[in-house]
T-cell receptor, first 109, second 114 residues
Framework: GQNIDQPTEMTATEGAIVQINCTYQTSGFNGLFWYQQHAGEAPTFLSYNVLDGLEEKGRFSSFLSRSKGYSYLLLKELQMKDSASYLCAVRDRNYQLIWGAGTKLIIKP | ETGVTQTPRHLVMGMTNKKSLKCEQHLGHNAMYWYKQSAKKPLELMFVYSLEERVENNSVPSRFSPECPNSSHLFLHLHTLQPEDSALYLC?????????????FGQGTRLTVV
């Protein structure tokens, strides 16, 4: 079966750095997405990786290793507004999106 | 605001009721999706429409009935639901169904079945 694993919950301190990991086992691979979802709101797109390496976008970076079936989302200079759930999703060989259950990130002052 | 609008935001319905969820996008996208989001579970893809034709139906019970009258609108008709159907129902759209472009989500309808 196809599977995406990410931690259920993480806690970090304002101003610090946090890394949210995602591992996947899918039938083929056509890219990996990270989304942010604040409570009661729509998931919003953060990043897309299809080649190995690091993609940096301001305070957020996303890394991919296809050989290891592994990605992480790195958040720097954490702000209180970064408290949200972070969803990892992989497109399989049929371009269907397989979703993780999300990581709830709690930021403390 | 993501460009995808869902109504209503909240819905409480009895098990014998019939209701409809509405989704609208004016992003010029060709693909639209219905997802079910339950607490601490992955998003479950329910239906996919591409150019107004249904291309995916992931073994969804017949008490959920989608309708896509045009490329900008998507409905989910509900009837004789069960309490376990209570969840957040998310609509999304993307440029195409089989591409690497990201999906844009609506804010969802929080459905409670009593």
């Amino acid at each position: 079966g196809q599977n995406i694993d990410q931690p259920t919950e993480m806690t970090a301190t304002e101003g610090a750095i946090v890394q949210i990991n995602c591992t996947y086992q899918t039938s083929g691979f056509n890219g990996l997405f990270w989304y942010q979802q604040h409570a009661g709101e729509a998931p919003t797109f953060l990043s897309y990786n299809v080649l190995d390496g690091l993609e940096e976008k301001g305070r957020f970076s996303s890394f991919l290793s296809r050989s290891k079936g592994y990605s992480y989302l790195l958040l720097k200079e954490l702000q209180m507004k970064d408290s949200a759930s972070y969803l990892c999703a992989v497109r399989d060989r049929n371009y269907q999106l397989i979703w993780g259950a999300g990581t709830k990130l709690i930021i403390k002052p | 605001e993501t460009g995808v609008t869902q109504t209503p935001r909240h819905l409480v319905m009895g098990m014998t009721n019939k209701k409809s969820l509405k989704c609208e996008q004016h992003l010029g996208h060709n693909a639209m999706y219905w997802y079910k989001q339950s607490a601490k579970k992955p998003l479950e893809l329910m239906f996919v429409y591409s150019l107004e034709e249904r291309v995916e139906n992931n073994s969804v019970p017949s008490r959920f009935s989608p309708e896509c009258p045009n490329s900008s609108h998507l409905f989910l008709h509900l009837h004789t639901l069960q309490p376990e159907d209570s969840a957040l129902y998310l609509c999304a759209s993307s440029q195409d169904e089989a591409s690497n472009t990201e999906a844009f989500f609506g804010q969802g309808t929080r459905l409670t079945v009593v």
